[in-house]
């Protein structure tokens, strides 16, 4: 499909550059193909009411990193400040970095990171792209790399005001507990304690798994083809026990609500074409494009996204992209707030998506 057709305008000051105080006061538009009238204005904290008995919601347990390092790269007496923002950890002391300004690295070079505390070796580049290995391995890279390391905020954020404090807590979920994120599952920002126990007491199960989400989401889709691009790998887990419980609850006609596109993803990586899970641990690079036929997801719980993205792309197959047009026009028109720390959408498969 022609990229151009998930194009929109979004005026810059819907950007959301801090979070919802506290996170569950959020709006959320209720998107529903085929009803009428197809959009409802919501809250985050209208969620359990929305919800039915014997639904599953599915969260993302992945916890964000400080994926940030700052580094100066030595050559002779030159001197080179290089930003270095991990995406995918390959071995222990193995990640592939974006690295800025990619034109001052060479392969073989090394970047020192804070008082010589840390450092890398350059293994490959491939334009922005960087492969190093560290001088340390393991839990102590994993240390290193938390002491001196940044929160790697989206660009859209980054790019009109700095990190700071706030960000180490607001931009991690309450669901947060296995390292190894570069961004946030950012549908999952939304929840609170109070929010978590209302869905429960309305007789929805919660169910974990992981995707560790790379940098590679905020990467422009620079083809004119959807066919043409290449999604960046991302490490999944759905233990069995999980897997179980979501195929129990389908079984007894239940839905699975997937909070956040990267819940949708590893589900959707993980089930058959007869519509059942099963244990998963690997890489995906699944990419989600209109005329998908989803085989586990019923309600997908996400923020607004960028235009021309691959996350516009997979909601637009999960309700129509006509549909999720006049959704985000409403929503631009209505004041919404967009993007990682903005408000959320609770999204309705349309009908002929599935099997």
């Known amino acids: 499909m022609r990229v151009a057709l998930f194009d929109f305008e979004l005026p810059p000051e819907r950007i959301a550059l801090r979070p ?32 039915r008995a014997g639904d599953i919601l599915v969260v993302n347990d992945t ?27 390959e071995t222990d002391a193995t990640w592939r970095a974006f690295a800025k300004p990619a034109k001052k690295l060479k392969v073989g070079e090394t970047i020192v990171f804070g008082d ?15 492969r190093l290995v560290f001088s340390t391995s393991g839990a102590a890279l994993d240390a290193a790399i938390a002491a001196l390391g940044r929160m790697p905020l989206p660009p859209y954020i980054a790019g009109k005001r700095a990190s700071d404090r706030r960000d180490e807590a607001d931009y991690q979920t309450l669901f947060a507990a296995k390292a190894g994120a570069v961004a946030a599952p950012t549908a999952s920002l939304h929840f609170t304690p109070a929010l978590v126990a209302a869905v429960e007491a309305r007789g929805v199960a919660l169910a974990r798994v992981t995707l560790h989400v790379g940098a590679g989401t905020f990467v422009p889709v620079k083809v004119e083809d959807t066919a043409g691009h290449r999604m960046h790998a991302e490490w999944g887990e759905i233990d069995a026990p999980t897997a179980a419980l979501l195929n129990d609850a389908r079984a007894r006609g239940g839905r699975i609500v997937a909070a956040g596109t990267t819940s949708l993803r590893v589900l959707e990586s993980a089930a058959g074409e007869d519509g059942r899970i099963t244990a998963f641990a690997g890489e995906t690079s699944i990419f989600i494009t209109p005329g998908y036929r989803f085989r586990m997801v019923d309600l997908l719980m996400t923020n607004f996204h960028l235009p021309r993205s691959t996350l516009f792309m997979l909601v637009s197959a999960f309700c129509g992209l006509d549909l999720m047009q006049e959704a985000y026009r409403h929503a631009i028109a209505a004041g919404y707030r967009f993007y990682s720390y903005g408000d959320a959408c609770l999204l309705h498969r349309a009908e002929g998506v599935s099997g």
């Open 20 to 51: 919802a105080v506290p996170r569950d006061a959020a709006r959320m538009l209720v998107v529903r193909p085929g009803a009428t009238p197809p959009l409802e204005d919501s809250k985050v904290l209208e969620l359990p009411h929305l919800l």
């Open 63 to 89: 916890r964000v990193i400080p994926a940030q390092l700052d580094g100066v790269r030595a050559r002779g007496d030159s001197r080179a400040r290089i930003e270095i923002t991990l995406h995918k950890r």
């Open 116 to 130: 010589s505390a840390l450092s890398a070796d350059v293994a490959e580049k491939q334009d922005g792209d960087v």
